[in-house]
């Protein structure tokens, strides 16, 4: 059974950081690929930052050179680093995780995490 567990989450003002974890329970694949995802109230869900296992990460253009995906493979935990927060960047945070198919900033992930409230106020 695969259990995401995300925790960091947080209200900060702009410009300020934090850092999300996602702790990964009953998953180890020597092939995956993780990432981070996002839902802001009425919006759709959207990919964040994705990384597989080989390291290569992928950003959405709304977080290239403020967010930074990464991982700890011996601590099974995916990290979110996010500096120089906007508001725009309020949202349930989730983590995501699979084991076929394409790595890509797509929702097609069959594992997800409960979510971390991020609020950035201006």
């Known amino acids: 059974q695969v259990q995401l567990v995300e925790s960091g989450g947080g209200s900060v003002q702009a410009g300020g950081s934090l850092r999300l974890s996602c702790a990964a329970y009953g998953y180890s694949y020597s092939n995956y690929c993780m990432g981070w995802f996002r839902q802001a109230p009425g919006k759709e869900r959207e990919g964040v930052a994705i990384?597989?296992?080989?390291?290569?990460?992928t950003y959405a253009d709304s977080v290239k050179g403020r967010f930074i995906i990464s991982q700890d493979p011996a601590k099974n935990t995916l990290y979110l680093q996010m500096n120089s927060l906007k508001p725009e960047d309020t949202a349930v945070y989730y983590c995501a995780a699979k084991t076929t198919g394409l790595c890509n900033l797509g929702l097609g992930f069959p594992y997800w995490g409960q979510g971390t409230q991020v609020t950035v106020s201006s």
């Open positions: 990384i597989n296992s080989h390291g290569t990460r």
